[in-house]
């Protein structure tokens, strides 16, 4: 069954430093998303993206963060300039039509 | 926007019982009712689904309701084995936007 996946699992940088977390989502799906789980908390909405743009995004989305589709299979997100408080799981989904998200595995993100 | 609340935080149950999440929300819009399980360290894994058109759907010992009147929507799962154990979240949206989550609820099922 295909899956969404993203790369890396794992990802520790410094504070002010540039991050970009890879997906790659399910190939057929038209409906791409970023969310983000603080250790321990509820999966909170980044952005969702259709058609090469942006169709909403949340108030954590500012402008340190950017997606980007830069090729027919990768969807990535961009944060310029990390903070501490960046520090989360971020999960990719995706989803053919507008309803039934499938989830990558996550990338956590640790900001010293 | 939307707002999504969960009860019960924690829920312990003894293997074989039923165990009931329950979930509100606010925006009446909201047309896309989802439950995920997430075990440790994992992905969230969609479980059920329900659209607004329904009122209840079951798979196998996993069930949801949904009260649109009401707004609010359960998950039901009987039979409780001790695998269920993992955090559960309810999530509501509508086509095409964000799922808004709720804020978990951790089953433990002890055998």
């Known amino acids: 069954e295909p899956e969404v996946t993203q790369t890396p699992s794992h990802q520790v940088t410094q504070m002010g430093q540039e991050v970009i977390l890879r997906c790659v989502p399910i190939?057929?799906?038209?409906?791409f998303y970023w969310y983000r789980q603080i250790l321990g908390q509820k999966v909170e909405f980044l952005v969702s993206?259709?058609?090469?743009?942006?169709?909403?995004k949340s108030e954590i989305f500012d402008d340190q963060f950017s997606v980007e589709r830069p090729d027919g299979s990768n969807f990535t997100l961009k944060i310029r300039s990390t903070k501490l408080e960046d520090s989360a799981m971020y999960f990719c989904?995706?989803?053919?039509?507008?309803?039934?998200?499938?989830f990558g595995p996550g990338t956590r993100l640790l900001v010293l | 926007g939307e707002n999504v609340e969960q009860h019960p935080s924690t829920l312990s149950v003894q293997e074989g019982d039923s165990a009931v999440i329950k979930c509100t929300y606010s925006?009446?819009?909201?047309?896309?009712f989802p439950w995920y399980k997430q075990e440790l360290g994992k992905r969230p894994q969609l479980i059920i689904d329900?659209?607004?058109?329904?009122g209840e759907k079951k798979d196998q010992r996993i069930a949801v309701t949904l009260n649109k009147t009401a707004k609010h929507f359960s998950l039901h799962i009987t039979e409780t084995q001790p695998e269920d154990s993992a955090v559960y979240f309810c999530?509501?949206?509508?086509?095409?936007?964000?799922?808004?989550f709720g804020k978990g609820t951790t089953l433990s099922v002890s055998s």
């Open positions: 989904a995706s989803s053919v039509y507008q309803e039934t998200q499938y």
């Open positions: 190939s057929n799906h038209l409906y």
């Open positions: 993206f259709y058609n090469n743009e942006i169709s909403e």
């Open positions: 925006d009446s819009a909201s047309n896309y």
């Open positions: 329900i659209r607004s058109n329904v």
């Open positions: 999530a509501a949206g509508q086509a095409g936007t964000a799922l808004i």
